[in-house]
């Protein structure tokens, strides 16, 4: 029995759809894992901010040490792994006379994470010596702890500044191949 018109079509049809579906996946399975990672990458920052900010808050209206607030902030940051891949640091500046009327903005104390990723630094300000329960051991000269706020801070006036860094790392290696370092600032 020969096969009629509409079977052999149907056969020949069949074929060309697998042949569409290889050619189309490929970019369909970028498009997804694109997607993924991207989303990832958004909701780790997003901890993150919330991070800083909920750090800045603690540490300007709490009587709470530091190092306490910044090891609350690691144990409720999951999924973040804060001790392997993250580092927080808590600053205090204080605005100081500079003299001939101008005022300057200086690192009076500075705190970090004691588990963390030490190589993750500061963009406020690096501190040289770090003792054991992650408080800076602070340079006498004032010059050296003289850093750059968005903002002027008036004599004796102070803030509080908490930044959390994290070196993401990708689900996959398809799209990004160096790790880039998330960072939040928050000012309060």
């Known amino acids: 029995m020969r096969p009629s018109g509409r079977q052999k079509r149907r056969s020949h049809g069949s074929g060309q759809s697998m042949i569409e579906l290889a050619i189309i996946l490929p970019v369909l399975l970028l498009l997804c894992f694109g997607s993924a990672e991207l989303c990832h990458a958004i909701l780790f920052n997003n901890i993150l901010i ?3 900010r909920e750090g800045a808050n603690l540490a300007s209206r709490t009587p709470q040490s530091p190092q306490f607030i910044i090891d609350a902030l690691s144990n409720t940051s999951a999924p973040l792994q804060m001790s392997t891949q993250g580092m927080i640091y808590i600053s205090r500046v204080k605005g100081v006379d500079a003299g001939s009327g101008s005022v300057i903005a200086m690192v009076d104390e500075q705190y ?3 588990r ?5 630094m500061s963009r406020l300000w690096s501190c040289p010596e770090w ?3 992650g408080k800076c051991t602070m340079p006498t000269a004032v ?3 003289v850093v750059t706020l968005p903002f002027t801070l008036g004599i004796g ?3 509080q500044v908490v930044e959390v860094i994290y070196d993401y790392a990708p689900l996959t290696n398809l799209f990004l191949t160096t790790a880039p370092q998330l960072y939040s600032v928050t000012l309060f």
């Open 143 to 145: 010059a050296t702890r």
């Open 131 to 133: 003792d054991v329960a």
């Open 157 to 159: 006036y102070e803030v």
């Open 112 to 114: 970090r994470a004691v």
């Open 50 to 52: 919330s991070m800083s």
């Open 116 to 120: 963390g990723n030490a190589a993750l």
